[in-house]
């Protein structure tokens, strides 16, 4: 089976930089996928890491460790928009269905 | 082109009744997926169809879940005799499937359930 743990929470000042961790446990392993989900909104696909390494887009960067089963998502020069919860994912193969955590919900302030 | 649509987008129902939500995938995606959201929660996984293939049901909670894709398309997530545990967001996803690495899914906006 496959378990992903995040952060239930995060709290962060707007400009700064955030990163939301998350840990994996799996019996099999496709890479790491990102999605972001605002409040009464789909969730929608930010970051992929298949490798290990640092995937870079815009404010957004994704990084994957396979050695350590870790991932993080690190969000820079955060605005107020980026408020909204943040969920990895995995999968098996990829063919079939992703595993989801229970996501992150971030918070940013003034 | 569209994304991913589904409706109805609110469905309330009483306890015991026969629901039908609908997914209408992006044009030219085979895989398809139905999740399930729970307030405040991740995503559930239920059911995946992927081309003429015989669906993944090894997420669906009870045998009163159950979903059909027509035609490679359209598909329909039937909750029969629904309880009050089966209220939450219920979302649908398809996606290419060309093969090639972890496939990026593209989420409707769901159908949010409430069984009184």
């Known amino acids: 089976g496959q378990s992903l743990e995040q952060p239930s929470e995060v709290t962060a000042v707007e400009g700064a930089i955030v990163q939301i961790n998350c840990t994996y446990q799996?019996?099999?392993?496709?890479?790491l996928s990102w999605y972001q989900q605002h409040d009464g909104g789909a969730p929608t696909f930010l970051s992929y890491?298949?490798?290990?390494g640092l995937e870079e887009t815009g404010r957004f960067s994704s990084f994957l460790s396979r050695s350590d089963s870790y991932g993080y998502l690190l969000l820079q020069e955060l605005q107020m928009k980026d408020s909204a919860s943040y969920f990895c994912?995995?999968?098996?193969?990829?063919?079939?269905?992703?595993?989801f955590g229970k996501g992150t919900r971030l918070s940013v302030i003034a | 082109g569209a994304g991913v649509s589904q409706s109805p987008s609110n469905k309330v129902t009483e306890k015991g009744k026969d629901v039908e939500l609908r997914c209408d995938p992006i044009?030219?995606?085979?895989?398809l997926y139905w999740y399930r959201q729970s307030l405040g929660q991740g995503l559930e996984f239920l059911i995946y169809?992927?081309?003429?293939?015989?669906?993944?049901k090894s997420g669906l909670p009870s045998d009163r879940f159950s979903a059909e894709r027509t035609g490679g398309s359209v598909s329909t997530l039937t909750i029969q005799r629904t309880q009050q545990e089966d209220s939450a967001v219920y979302l649908c996803?398809?996606?290419?499937?060309?093969?090639?690495?972890?496939?990026?899914?593209?989420f409707g906006p769901g159908t949010r359930l409430l069984v009184l």
């Open positions: 994912a995995s999968s098996l193969s990829g063919n079939t269905p992703l595993v």
């Open positions: 799996t019996s099999g392993f496709y890479g």
């Open positions: 890491n298949g490798l290990d």
């Open positions: 044009s030219g995606h085979t895989a």
């Open positions: 169809f992927q081309g003429n293939s015989a669906p993944d």
């Open positions: 996803a398809s996606s290419l499937q060309s093969g090639k690495n972890q496939e990026t899914q593209y």
